[in-house]
């Protein structure tokens, strides 16, 4: 996205490249951006941790938005117009006008990105529990439906549990 303010841009690339939620990017600081790691953590809105591998565009990103915030700042609230207090409704409203400005007019939502990121990350990995744990899925049917819909197929072997040390066969 090149055109839209820089907290729109950033909104947008979390939860497209990520599979971020709406209410844990507006909760996002500094200390959930390792940048030498090039990973943002945190925790959901379940309280299980995630580590998640910033992408190159997101990383460009947020190496500004982290610059700009002061400890404990959110993020999207450092680079905000007038550095208002961002939250999840507030997040919402920045998908609106964002589409608005752009001209969409489908009913898209920023979860619709998050599923988008869901599908691609399981076609580049074929691996459903990666995937569930990028996600930060406490139950692998809710990963299951997020790709269900898609006509992505799921190998069985994909889903099956997992015994520590042994690899999965191709």
């Not at 490249?17 to 959901?44: P, V």
């Not at 998908?95 to 969409?104: E, L, Q, W």
Request: hydrophobic share 35%; glycine share 8%; with cysteine.
């Amino acid at each position: 996205m090149k055109t839209g303010t820089p907290t729109e841009r950033l909104l947008l690339l979390l939860a497209h490249d990520e599979g971020l939620r709406a209410g844990t990017i507006a909760r996002m600081t500094r200390e959930n951006c390792d940048l030498e790691k090039r990973e943002l953590r945190g925790s959901t809105k379940l309280g299980a941790g995630y580590a998640v591998p910033m992408t190159a565009r997101v990383y460009e990103q947020i190496a500004f938005a982290w610059a700009a915030a002061q400890p404990g700042e959110t993020i999207l609230g450092a680079i905000s117009f007038r550095r208002k207090a961002i939250n999840h409704k507030s997040v919402q409203e920045l998908v609106r006008n964002a589409k608005r400005r752009a001209g969409i007019r489908s009913s898209w939502t920023l979860h619709d990105l998050r599923r988008g990121a869901a599908r691609r990350i399981y076609e580049r990995t074929r691996d459903v529990r990666k995937v569930q744990r990028l996600l930060s899925h406490k139950n692998l049917s809710t990963t299951m439906w997020y790709l269900g819909d898609t006509g992505v197929d799921i190998d069985a072997r994909d889903i099956e549990p997992r015994t520590p040390g042994k690899e999965k066969a191709s």
